[in-house]
């Protein structure tokens, strides 16, 4: 039994700049005020740009950083003598981490008011337990220490086992939580130009890209790699630089006095002070009365323990509550999750989405080997110097952005289907992986990086082609779980590459057999236009028996 397979006309800005980088949805940091948010100065202006700063430079010190980690990969192997199969498990890792817990799986009720910026929608992801709980700010800044934590424990790694822990789980763990909050507030604070805010903070991704490469191969000739990944994690406390400017919205200016003070609560008294202070009142008036002084004295003993008893009352109150209102926040944002995961079920049953999960599953880790596994390639070539004034992936880095903006502009145009480009793009991407290995030159290999970066800039049609097969009031499940099957997919890919060369020799073969299973992704993508094409093929048969 087929699933739902509602057809709804894409919309034309995301095709543009949308990507598994960029998807975000509206959220609320108090997930118990869910009402509809009013005209706020701050949406599509204002504090809304620094929400656009904030996310680029998360792009830059995440995934920047996770795109250059074959810079380190090289200085591991040399360190630690080990298999490139196992060795590329620290940074497939820490990938592979990032993207399945900070999958944005939404799961709404009804189809998203984007005018009204109404909270239609509830971020179900794993690190969506901590956003419920902490809000968004404060899960960046809790990200942004675990990041830089496992960067700095990193730096004294006996080790690759070690560096599972500290690099791969750690700092892993860390950039999802601080990535997915940099996502979810830049759609939180845009209505009309969303699109384009997306689209501006992801290409950070490329800019840090190079300057992570830099930066690291720098550090890494001058300092030595421990102390590289120290510095690195100095860097990466940014992120909670980043995470501190993620302010919520706030609802309105309601219980504010025209100043914009919050109104003064007289301070509250208990009735024994009220009495005390009555009796103190009276003895005041009698001056001159006999043992005055012995009757303050007596007043006050008796007053400082009733005030004690008050305080301490009142303080186990105040925690009682706190805990209770934390509590409550904890088993709605677990009731949310748990309900969005199972509600995605149904998916399941849509053969074609079926068939675009296996795709992604085979797909994405054909685009990053490259990134891990290309900087020892260039040195096994005696290309080092060229590389260290350009590197190669920093150019697929660079020529990815433009990728994503003109393969965005060919598929709005009215007489392109979205599939044919998307399908294009794949076939070119997989066939610059099986050129690669034949090529020997800084100037070929610069050639065909170019290649797997312009191709790979079909990224940006995902959630376009994601809703022609499921619908858009499927879309956020759906999409979270393409991103899931991608971080599998990158988790798996560079342990799978190095183990080949461990058994050949040679990267030849490893980019052979990936390019090879990619191909059989795209044979299931294949299944989607065919399945059109007798259908119609149907239509015309029944319509001609007819007549």
């Not at 008893?309 to 925690?319: S, T």
Request: charged fraction near 15%; proline fraction near 5%; glycine fraction near 10%.
């Amino acid at each position: 039994m087929q699933g739902p397979q509602t057809r709804i006309e894409p919309r034309k800005s995301w095709k543009m700049y949308t990507s598994h980088e960029d998807i975000g949805y509206d959220f609320e940091d108090v997930p118990k005020d869910k009402k509809t948010l009013k005209s706020h100065p701050n949406i599509d202006g204002g504090w809304a740009w620094m929400m656009v700063l904030s996310s680029f430079f998360v792009h830059i010190l995440i995934m920047g950083s996770q795109m250059a980690l074959g810079v380190l990969n090289v200085e591991w192997l040399e360190e630690f003598h080990q298999s490139r199969g196992l060795t590329a498990w620290v940074s497939s890792l820490s990938m592979g981490i990032t993207l399945i817990v900070a999958i944005l799986e939404a799961s709404p009720s009804t189809p998203p008011d984007r005018k009204n910026m109404q909270c239609s929608e509830t971020l179900r992801p794993f690190i969506g337990l901590f956003i419920n709980t902490c809000g968004c700010r404060g899960t960046a800044i809790i990200g942004g220490l675990v990041n830089s934590l496992g960067w700095v424990l990193s730096a004294y790694a006996a080790n690759v086992h070690y560096l599972f822990i500290t690099f791969g789980v750690t700092a892993g763990f860390g950039s999802g939580m601080a990535y997915l909050p940099a996502v979810v507030m830049v759609g939180r604070y845009f209505q009309k130009r969303r699109a384009l805010a997306q689209g501006l903070s992801t290409t950070g991704t490329g800019f840090g890209t190079f300057l992570m490469t830099v930066l690291l191969k720098y550090l890494c000739a001058e300092y030595g790699w421990r102390n590289a990944m120290f510095i690195q994690g100095a860097v990466s406390l940014n992120l909670c630089v980043c995470g501190a400017l993620m302010r919520p919205l706030s609802p309105g200016k309601e219980g504010k006095d025209p100043a914009g003070k919050d109104p003064q609560v007289p301070p509250a008294h208990s009735t024994e002070s009220v009495k005390s202070s009555g009796q103190l009142g009276r003895a005041d008036e009698k001056e001159g009365s006999p043992g005055r002084e012995e009757t303050l004295g007596d007043l006050a003993d008796q007053a400082c323990p009733e005030e004690a008893g008050h305080r301490k009352n009142m303080c186990a109150f105040r925690m009682l509550k706190m805990v209770s209102q934390v509590t409550l926040r904890v088993r709605k944002g677990f009731q949310e999750w748990y309900s969005g995961y199972f509600g995605a079920a149904s998916l399941f049953t849509n053969r074609v989405f079926v068939a675009f999960i296996f795709w992604a599953l085979f797909a994405y880790s054909s685009f990053v080997i490259p990134f891990i596994h290309l900087p020892e390639i260039v040195n096994l070539y005696n290309l080092s110097e060229q590389n260290d004034v350009f590197p190669l992936t920093s150019i697929i880095a660079i020529v990815h952005i433009f990728g994503k903006v003109i393969l965005g502009i060919v598929a709005d145009l009215p007489c392109i289907s979205v599939w044919n480009v998307f399908l294009m793009a794949n076939f070119t991407l997989v066939l610059s992986i099986f050129l690669l290995p034949l090529m020997h030159t800084y100037a070929s290999l610069a050639v065909i990086c170019a290649l797997i970066g312009f191709s790979s800039g079909y990224f940006s049609l995902m959630p376009v082609v994601t809703e022609d097969l499921v619908g858009i009031e499927h879309l956020a499940n759906a999409y979270g779980i393409i991103i899931c099957a991608n971080g599998i997919s990158a988790l798996l890919g560079p342990p799978f590459a190095g183990w080949i060369y461990d058994i050949t020799q040679k990267y030849d073969f490893s980019f052979y057999i990936c390019g090879l299973l990619y191909l059989v992704g795209i044979l299931f993508l294949l299944i989607q236009p065919c399945i059109q094409i007798i259908e119609q093929s149907r239509k015309k048969c029944m319509g001609g028996t007819q007549v």
